[in-house]
């Protein structure tokens, strides 16, 4: 069974920063595509960021040049480090799991970030 664990949410004031992790329990970690999407109250989930096995990353064009998304696979954690935070950042953010096996997808419960002005 794989579980995600995201943490790190919070309430910050706007250009402030934090770090979200995400843990995931079992699958092969290392192998496996992540990525952490966001969803805003009467809005569809969105896509955030994604960083491949291989270290290859991607951005939503409303985070780039200020969110930076990684990984520790010794720790089966992935990371979204995100700077100069905006209102419209709020949002439950969620951890994704791409299983390279068979193509199965993951999802955390979430956690909150909250952006005030």
């Known amino acids: 069974q794989v579980q995600l664990a995201e943490s790190g949410g919070a309430l910050v004031q706007a250009g402030g920063s934090l770090r979200l992790s995400c843990v995931a329990s079992?699958?092969?970690?290392?192998?496996?595509?992540m990525g952490w999407y966001r969803q805003a109250p009467g809005k569809q989930r969105e896509f955030v960021a994604h960083?491949?096995?291989?270290?290859?990353?991607n951005y939503a064009d409303s985070v780039k040049g200020r969110f930076t998304i990684s990984r520790d696979n010794a720790k089966n954690t992935v990371y979204l480090q995100m700077n100069s935070l905006k209102p419209e950042d709020t949002a439950v953010y969620y951890c994704?799991?791409?299983?390279?096996?068979?193509?199965?997808?993951?999802w955390g419960k979430g956690t909150l970030v909250t952006v005030s002005s």
């Open positions: 994704k799991l791409e299983q390279w096996l068979n193509g199965m997808e993951y």
């Open positions: 960083i491949s096995a291989g270290g290859s990353t």
């Open positions: 079992g699958s092969s970690f290392s192998i496996n595509a």
